[in-house]
């Protein structure tokens, strides 16, 4: 018996679950593992995935793994790849508790971690009143009084953009701005005034945001808040496995650098979803991410198989290079 598998899927959120979905019908024998920390759990709905909009996060990834359980070259396993390594000509993957896989292509869906400030109550308010994307979350806290948090040069763009929400949007440095003189402008323009006040806690009642509270005890009502924080790697695999790692966004840290068809630095080792994004990180977008990878993984494994004209693998452009 062949113990090889055509394809590893690193993860089961969006970006996995999709890529699965397309290498179970085309016929490809796949491994996906999915170690059940995806980022948007905590979230209210998804917000804007045509067919789902408002669905519980956890909704959709269940619908997505009854639909894999369909297909019979599929299996689906709960767990965590912890360790990988090119073994010849194939590569060998390490799960957590010391079994090992070996398989012809690895598709990397392993997503991202968000790291907003360790303001207290912010935490169990994360994913509903406070958001980092207003695409995701603006319409539920919309022609409430809102507020941005950030400071320096990405100040101007979440601030302008959550005015397609509310009228009353409100800047919060946290401390003495760090704003050039056309931010200040633009600002001003807008009407979003700049609130620079140290900032102690986040006041919440029924499970929404109430308040800002700043350290001097005042209080700033709002309704919604958003954070501009930044998006980091949750695992180390693309680093063991040699992938080159992207330019950093404005909103990513280190994404995985990728070409048109989701093809990492490395031939025979692919990425989609989050983990890929420089900018803002959307389930559709991962969507159709994960389902563009595996169409390339199915392309790939037929042009070692049968000689099937595909596009020449170029390295795609990684940070440094």
């Known amino acids: 018996m062949n113990n090889t598998w055509d394809c590893i899927v690193v993860g089961g959120g969006a970006a996995g679950l999709s890529a699965g979905l397309v290498l179970g019908r085309a016929r490809r024998r796949t491994l996906l593992v999915d170690g059940g920390q995806q980022s948007n759990r905590a979230a209210h709905g998804i917000g804007g995935l045509l067919g789902h909009d408002g669905?519980?996060?956890?909704?959709?990834?269940?619908?997505?793994?009854?639909?894999?359980?369909?297909?019979?070259?599929?299996?689906?396993?709960?767990?965590?790849?912890?360790?990988?390594?090119?073994?010849?000509?194939?590569?060998?993957?390490?799960?957590?508790?010391?079994?090992?896989?070996?398989?012809?292509?690895?598709?990397?869906?392993?997503?991202?971690?968000?790291?907003?400030?360790?303001?207290?109550?912010?935490?169990?308010?994360?994913?509903?009143?406070?958001f980092h994307c207003p695409f995701c979350h603006g319409w539920e806290v919309r022609d409430r009084p809102l507020a941005v948090l950030v400071n320096g040069k990405r100040a101007v763009h979440p601030s302008l953009l959550l005015k397609g929400w509310s009228d009353d949007v409100v800047l919060l440095t946290g401390g003495p701005a760090?704003?050039?003189?056309?931010?200040?402008?633009?600002?001003?323009?807008?009407?979003?005034?700049?609130?620079?006040?140290?900032?102690?806690?986040?006041?919440?009642?029924?499970?929404?945001?109430?308040?800002?509270?700043?350290?001097?005890?005042?209080?700033?009502?709002?309704?919604?808040?958003l954070v501009a924080t930044t998006l980091h790697q949750r695992s180390q695999l693309a680093e063991q496995l040699g992938v080159g790692i992207g330019e950093p966004g404005p909103a990513a840290a280190g994404p995985i650098a990728v070409d048109a068809l989701g093809r990492t630095t490395v031939p025979g080792i692919f990425a989609a979803g989050d983990d890929t994004i420089a900018q803002m990180s959307q389930v559709a977008s991962a969507i159709a991410s994960g389902s563009l990878a595996a169409t390339s993984v199915v392309q790939s494994l037929l042009a070692e198989d049968v000689g099937l004209p595909v596009p020449e693998w170029t390295v795609p452009s990684a940070a440094g290079s």
């Open 55 to 130: 669905r519980a996060p956890g909704e959709l990834y269940e619908v997505g793994r009854q639909e894999l359980s369909a297909y019979p070259s599929v299996e689906l396993r709960t767990g965590e790849v912890v360790a990988g390594r090119r073994a010849g000509a194939v590569f060998e993957l390490e799960l957590r508790g010391g079994r090992s896989e070996r398989t012809r292509t690895v598709l990397l869906a392993t997503g991202v971690e968000y790291r907003p400030p360790g303001l207290p109550g912010l935490a169990e308010l994360w994913g509903r009143s406070v």
């Open 178 to 225: 760090d704003l050039d003189d056309d931010t200040r402008f633009r600002l001003a323009a807008a009407h979003v005034p700049i609130d620079e006040r140290p900032i102690a806690e986040l006041a919440s009642s029924n499970g929404e945001l109430e308040a800002v509270v700043f350290a001097d005890g005042t209080r700033l009502p709002r309704g919604g808040l």
